[in-house]
């Protein structure tokens, strides 16, 4: 017996409504550490965008309306822009999520979506895996997912500890071009040796859970 709790699997018009808003940004107030290696003007610009990523307008009354970490996580933080009502995810569960991925670095360029993969229709095709398995997912997705609720919609930042570690790991983005401009990014050795790791491999991600099935 199998149990199903899942939301249409369509994009949800919020998201696309939150990863592509023309309004103007909110942003949120930080601190750069100047004594820190990292104090270049260059940078701390990189650092500043990590913590200045824009939030919607608020989206639903449970909202929180600030980003905080996931307990345990190695450091991956999230805002809640929709709370689901559906069921949680367990360990084991099948999952489909649909999302929008951005480097921190780069001015946040999108390097993939899930509206970018799409069947003989048109239609976009969920991103599906399994929580805790061995399907090579980035830790930092499973973390966030698995503590959200089927319909909930939120943004992750994932610290370069809980994301990509090699170059075959999903979710990955179907252009050639983007893949090799995402990895030359993230796993530049020159930029790594200078100490800008931890602002080239920040992903930032809009999550939206569509679906868990329990076996």
């Given at each position: 017996m199998q149990s199903f709790s899942t939301t249409s699997a369509s994009p949800s018009k919020l998201l696309r409504l939150i990863s592509f808003s023309s309004k103007p940004p909110q942003f949120l107030k930080t601190q750069i550490d100047h004594s820190s290696p990292l104090s270049s003007p260059s940078l701390a610009?990189?650092?500043?965008?990590?913590?200045?990523?824009?939030?919607?307008h608020p989206v639903a009354s449970k909202a929180a309306d600030v980003f905080?970490?996931?307990?345990?996580s190695g450091g991956v933080k999230v805002l809640e822009l929709r709370v689901g009502g559906g069921a949680s995810p367990t360990h084991g569960d099948k999952v489909a999520i649909h999302y929008y991925g951005r480097l921190?670095?780069?001015?946040?360029w999108r390097f993939d979506s899930t509206y970018d993969h799409k069947?003989?229709?048109g239609v976009p095709i969920p991103f599906v895996f399994t929580i805790g398995s061995s399907d090579n997912v980035i830790s930092g997705i499973q973390i966030a997912v698995k503590s959200m609720r089927v319909?909930?919609?939120?943004?992750?930042?994932i610290p370069p500890s809980q994301g990509y570690q090699t170059t075959s790991q999903q979710p990955l983005?179907?252009?050639?071009?983007d893949r090799q401009r995402?990895?030359?990014?993230i796993f530049n050795p020159t930029r790594i040796a200078n100490g800008e790791s931890s602002t080239l491999a920040t992903l930032v991600f809009d999550i939206e859970l569509i679906?868990?099935?329990r076996p």
């Open positions: 610009r990189r650092s500043l965008l990590i913590s200045t990523l824009f939030l919607p905080y970490e996931i307990e345990g921190a670095a780069k001015q946040g069947d003989s229709t319909g909930g919609i939120r943004r992750v930042i983005p179907p252009n050639f071009f995402l990895f030359t990014t679906s868990a099935r």
